[in-house]
């Protein structure tokens, strides 16, 4: 076809590419998954996939990891603006980490190589991953009591680091010499970059079919379709400002210090400003958010609001905007640390853009949820194979209930989507017995719908030694549940040495600056530690329960007969060996 | 907006200036190569592009431009 005369598709080819596209990036994905050497790829999924155009827009997007689904709009628009698209050569690969280059935090690395077709540039393909170990203060690079990027691990800027083809070895060396696990790295790295060409195989089948302009227009239209999708959605909302704040109970450095999460949220017409001036300024430790981290909350929360089947790329992103003063809490600037922004505050940062929104669109949000990856560090020399190992483990926190549902149990909070690790793969990689796994005791805030639970995790060191970090947070405050929910319970952090019998927090214990956000304590064979997750609030009035949910909820051990009593005032009874609701009774109750 | 006040600015980029970055004074994003430079009522300000100088004026000013000694009614 002519160039020149190119047109898009029609409106049933843009659906036939975009599922492509889509399934594209989820190959993309697959890959990484199956050929990773870490746990938090393989089993966690901490990562996304995307395919951009040459003019450095986002035409295609995998759900994998929606912590990344800011970031990797700026990681690699901003990347191609430094670098230049001209400095791209076919087979090059550029890498970085840098979280004041759009990155979401150190541990996360951004891939990206650009995808030729008869000489033309089309685009690029990109993904961006955690890596669990970066090498820097703390093993796991969750250096919780940093006070600058540079204790946080290797930064790097955009680099080549396949040059053409060629890896470029001198700055291969560099990079893992400089992290404690490099075999892993080498794995993880080449996983990335491995998907990468997955795409690029893929690409090239595209554009074959339908050649370099008609695919490059069609992107620009499936981009214009997301906009006007997303554009009417807007359009839905009423017009007005809606505000809510929540706070972070402490950094890491200064145990007393609270930071403040505030939006302003404006909705004028079909524009939507989230304006985040109200917020803290930025913290000493590493609770501060990149830029990166906040849009990736901002657009996370508003694509859970929205309708699921606006195609995912630089169009729907369009009519909103991000407002976050460099030098806040929300987005750190140079050189203040930020490895737990991600992990612990972009969760954060959705809760407080529901509560905003609760009055406007009350059937769609959420009460807060736990909203704590409970980030547990840890790593030394296994005892069985004498190599350095190091992991990345988050746990499960009780989601926020809402209009129709209770929320779901010890789950990756918003920011993740991680799956679980199995205890199985746990006890087998890692010199750690876990010795409980369950439902933390009525953690979810009571209320018509239920918030759901947190877990507690007990485990035992089964090496000489481990070292550990942590970054926690809402073990001082509670999720907060909304139009008469309860709130869920905080978690908490404790620790048992060998040959004793109390639990104790890590403050007491080794006297860390904070309870939850630590790094590179030491424990030994024999020494316990017990991750409790916080529980999500509740929605609406308790005493609007359906009583036959309360006595299922009695039946499944989540709460007591006198919670049943005294919170949602059912009367139960035995019934042919069952806890059933005894309606007579329960009526008399909630009379009262 | 004064047209007469605008100028593009390019970073420095030697080597060794690897944290020479600024940040868009409307949005807060990071400017990696160059930045659109503003003066308004004798003070500079920085922006990604004309459409955040646009919304900088439209939004922000009239909103915050007082917390910093600012007339938020020019344009």
Same mark, same amino acid.
Request: hydrophobic share 35%; net charge negative.
């Given at each position: 076809?002519?160039?020149?005369?190119a047109?898009?598709?029609?409106s049933?080819?843009?659906?036939?590419?975009?599922?492509? %596209?889509?399934?594209?990036?989820?190959?993309?994905?697959?890959?990484?998954?199956?050929?990773?050497?870490?746990?938090?790829?393989?089993?966690?999924?901490?990562?996304?996939?995307?395919?951009?155009?040459?003019?450095?827009?986002?035409?295609?997007?995998?759900?994998?990891?929606?912590?990344?689904i800011?970031?990797?709009?700026?990681?690699?628009?901003?990347?191609?603006?430094?670098?230049?698209?001209?400095?791209?050569?076919p087979?090059?690969?550029?890498?970085?980490?840098?979280?004041?280059?759009?990155?979401?935090?150190?541990?996360?690395?951004?891939?990206?190589?650009?995808?030729?077709?008869?000489?033309?540039?089309?685009?690029?393909?990109?993904?961006?991953?955690?890596?669990?170990e970066?090498?820097?203060?703390?093993?796991?690079?969750?250096?919780?009591?940093?006070? =600058?990027?540079?204790?946080?691990?290797?930064?790097?800027?955009?680099?080549?680091?396949?040059?053409?083809?060629?890896?470029v070895?001198d700055?291969?060396?560099?990079?893992?010499?400089?992290?404690?696990?490099?075999?892993?790295?080498?794995?993880?790295?080449?996983?990335?970059i491995?998907?990468?060409?997955?795409?690029?195989?893929?690409l090239?089948?595209?554009?074959e079919?339908?050649?370099?302009?008609?695919?490059?227009?069609?992107?620009?239209s499936?981009?214009?379709?997301?906009?006007?999708?997303?554009?009417a959605?807007?359009?839905?909302?009423?017009?007005g =400002?809606?505000?809510?704040?929540?706070?972070i109970?402490?950094?890491?450095?200064d145990?007393?210090?609270?930071?403040?999460?505030?939006?302003?949220?404006?909705?004028?017409d079909?524009?939507?400003?989230f304006?985040y001036?109200?917020?803290?300024?930025?913290?000493?430790?590493?609770?501060?958010?990149?830029?990166?981290?906040?849009?990736?909350?901002?657009?996370?929360?508003? %694509?859970?609001?929205t309708?699921?089947?606006?195609p995912?790329?630089?169009?729907?992103?369009?009519?909103?905007?991000?407002?976050?003063?460099?030098?806040?809490?929300?987005?750190?600037?140079?050189?203040?640390?930020?490895?737990?922004g991600?992990?612990?505050?972009?969760?954060?940062?959705v809760?407080?853009?529901?509560?905003?929104?609760?009055?406007?669109?009350?059937?769609?949000?959420?009460?807060?949820?736990?909203?704590?990856?409970?980030?547990?560090?840890?790593?030394?020399?296994?005892?069985?194979?004498?190599?350095?190992?190091?992991?990345?483990?988050?746990?499960?926190?009780?989601?926020?209930?809402?209009?129709?549902?209770?929320?779901?149990?010890?789950?990756?909070?918003?920011?993740?989507?991680?799956?679980?690790?199995p205890v199985?793969?746990?006890?087998?990689?890692y010199?750690?017995?876990?010795?409980?796994?369950?439902?933390?005791?009525?953690s979810?805030?009571?209320g018509?719908?239920?918030?759901?639970y947190?877990?507690?995790?007990?485990?035992?060191?089964?090496?000489?030694?481990i070292?550990?970090s942590?970054f926690?947070?809402?073990?001082?405050?509670?999720?907060?549940?909304?139009?008469?929910?309860?709130?869920?319970?905080?978690?908490?952090?404790?620790?048992?040495?060998?040959? =004793?019998?109390?639990?104790?927090?890590f403050?007491?214990?080794?006297g860390?600056?904070?309870?939850?956000?630590?790094?590179?304590?030491?424990?030994h064979?024999?020494?316990r530690?017990?991750?409790?997750?916080?529980?999500?609030g509740?929605?609406?009035?308790?005493?609007?329960?359906?009583?036959?949910?309360?006595?299922?909820?009695?039946r499944?051990?989540?709460?007591?007969?006198?919670v049943?009593?005294?919170?949602?005032?059912?009367? %139960?009874k035995?019934?042919?060996?069952?806890?059933?609701?005894?309606?007579?009774?329960?009526?008399?109750?909630?009379?009262? | 907006?004064?047209e007469q006040?605008?100028?593009?600015?390019?970073?420095?980029?030697q080597?060794?200036?690897?944290?020479?970055?600024?940040?868009?004074?409307?949005?807060?994003?990071?400017?990696?190569?160059?930045?659109?430079?503003?003066?308004?009522?004798?003070?500079?300000?920085?922006?990604?592009?004309?459409d955040?100088?646009?919304?900088?004026?439209?939004?922000?000013?009239?909103?915050?431009?007082?917390?910093?000694?600012?007339?938020?009614?020019?344009?």
């Open positions: 076809m002519n160039q020149a005369t047109s898009p598709l029609d049933v080819g843009l659906t036939v590419l975009n599922n492509f %596209l889509v399934n594209t990036c989820r190959e993309m994905g697959v890959a990484m998954m199956k050929t990773a050497y870490s746990s938090i790829f393989n089993e966690g999924l901490d990562f996304s996939c995307v395919i951009f155009d040459r003019d450095g827009e986002m035409v295609s997007y995998a759900e994998f990891c929606p912590a990344q800011g970031a990797i709009l700026y990681t690699v628009k901003w990347t191609l603006d430094e670098l230049g698209v001209d400095s791209f050569k087979g090059d690969v550029v890498m970085h980490n840098d979280p004041y280059r759009g990155g979401c935090h150190m541990p996360e690395h951004t891939v990206i190589k650009p995808v030729f077709f008869g000489g033309e540039l089309y685009g690029f393909v990109a993904n961006i991953a955690h890596v669990t970066i090498g820097g203060k703390a093993v796991g690079g969750f250096s919780a009591d940093a006070k =600058e990027v540079y204790q946080e691990g290797l930064r790097l800027p955009p680099v080549k680091i396949i040059d053409q083809g060629r890896h070895e700055l291969w060396k560099i990079i893992l010499t400089n992290h404690r696990t490099p075999l892993t790295s080498w794995g993880d790295f080449h996983a990335m491995g998907s990468l060409a997955v795409a690029e195989r893929r090239h089948r595209a554009l079919r339908y050649g370099l302009e008609t695919l490059l227009r069609s992107g620009k499936l981009m214009d379709y997301a906009e006007q999708r997303m554009r959605e807007i359009r839905e909302l009423p017009n =400002e809606y505000q809510f704040e929540d706070w109970e402490n950094d890491g450095v145990p007393s210090a609270r930071y403040r999460i505030h939006c302003l949220i404006t909705v004028r079909d524009e939507i400003f304006d001036s109200g917020s803290s300024p930025q913290a000493r430790g590493p609770c501060n958010c990149t830029y990166g981290v906040t849009a990736s909350a901002t657009f996370n929360a508003m %694509l859970n609001l309708d699921r089947t606006i995912r790329n630089s169009g729907c992103y369009r009519p909103i905007r991000v407002i976050a003063p460099s030098g806040s809490v929300l987005n750190v600037a140079h050189p203040g640390p930020s490895v737990g991600n992990s612990e505050i972009h969760e954060r940062i809760d407080v853009l529901f509560g905003a929104l609760s009055s406007a669109v009350p059937d769609r949000v959420a009460a807060a949820a736990g909203a704590s990856s409970c980030n547990f560090l840890f790593g030394g020399k296994h005892p069985l194979t004498g190599e350095f190992y190091a992991n990345y483990h988050i746990e499960g926190s009780g989601w926020g209930a809402t209009l129709n549902g209770d929320g779901n149990h010890t789950q990756c909070p918003i920011n993740g989507n991680c799956r679980n690790t199985e793969v746990f006890e087998t990689r010199p750690w017995v876990v010795e409980e796994y369950s439902l933390a005791p009525d979810g805030g009571h018509r719908t239920r918030g759901g947190g877990c507690v995790r007990v485990l035992r060191v089964e090496a000489p030694e070292t550990v942590s926690m947070d809402r073990h001082a405050t509670r999720a907060w549940g909304l139009f008469g929910g309860e709130p869920g319970k905080s978690g908490s952090l404790l620790v048992m040495l060998a040959g =004793e019998t109390k639990w104790q927090t403050l007491d214990a080794f860390t600056n904070s309870p939850n956000k630590f790094a590179d304590i030491q424990l064979r024999g020494d530690v017990m991750i409790v997750s916080p529980g999500g509740g929605y609406g009035p308790p005493l609007e329960r359906d009583p036959v949910l309360v006595a299922e909820d009695v499944e051990r989540l709460y007591s007969e006198a049943a009593g005294d919170v949602y005032r059912v009367a %139960l035995t019934k042919h060996g069952q806890i059933a609701v005894d309606e007579a009774a329960t009526r008399e109750l909630r009379a009262r | 907006m004064a006040n605008r100028q593009w600015v390019e970073l420095p980029a080597l060794y200036s690897t944290d020479a970055t600024c940040n868009c004074d409307f949005c807060g994003k990071r400017v990696s190569r160059r930045y659109l430079r503003i003066s308004e009522q004798g003070r500079n300000f920085r922006f990604c592009n004309e955040c100088l646009t919304l900088w004026y439209d939004y922000w000013l009239p909103r915050y431009g007082a917390t910093i000694g600012l007339n938020g009614a020019t344009s």
